[in-house]
């Protein structure tokens, strides 16, 4: 469970967003041994969608990463195409932002960028 601003919120969770469905992935501010874990979460609930219609929104403001974690980040996208119809990103800087880039690159994916979750739900929602 995560701390936010005084609510627990799971580290992956399906929210309803003007009427669509889209999966909240929760990785900000973790630290590597926790981010593997969450990602098999996430994982076994976006497969649970049908093909091409996973709405994803991965926040990974704070994230920190290390070799085996941007190993898992990678294989986590790539299980994950098949279901995936748009995916947004909150918080990919730095070094995120390259390791946010390679996914796209080796997932031939769109994954978009944004500042701010209610950006990345707008656009989420407009798809």
């Avoid at 973790?30 to 994982?43: C, M």
């Avoid at 996914?103 to 209610?118: H, N, W």
Wanted: glycine share 4%; net charge positive; charged share 25%.
């Amino acid at each position: 469970m995560i701390r936010k601003k005084g609510i627990i919120m799971k580290p992956c969770e399906v929210v309803a967003y003007k009427g669509k469905k889209i999966i909240i992935v929760d990785i900000s501010s973790s630290t590597p041994e926790k981010i593997s874990p969450f990602l098999e979460d996430a994982q076994r609930k976006i497969a649970t969608f049908p093909l091409k219609s996973a709405l994803v929104l991965t926040d990974v403001t704070g994230a920190v990463y290390d070799k085996v974690t941007s190993d898992a980040m990678k294989s986590f996208s790539a299980n994950n195409t098949p279901y995936v119809k748009a995916s947004a990103v909150v918080g990919a800087d730095g070094v995120r932002s390259v390791l946010m880039t390679t996914i796209a690159i080796l997932t031939r994916r769109e994954i978009k960028s944004f500042k701010d979750r209610t950006q990345a739900l707008d656009w989420l929602e407009s798809v």
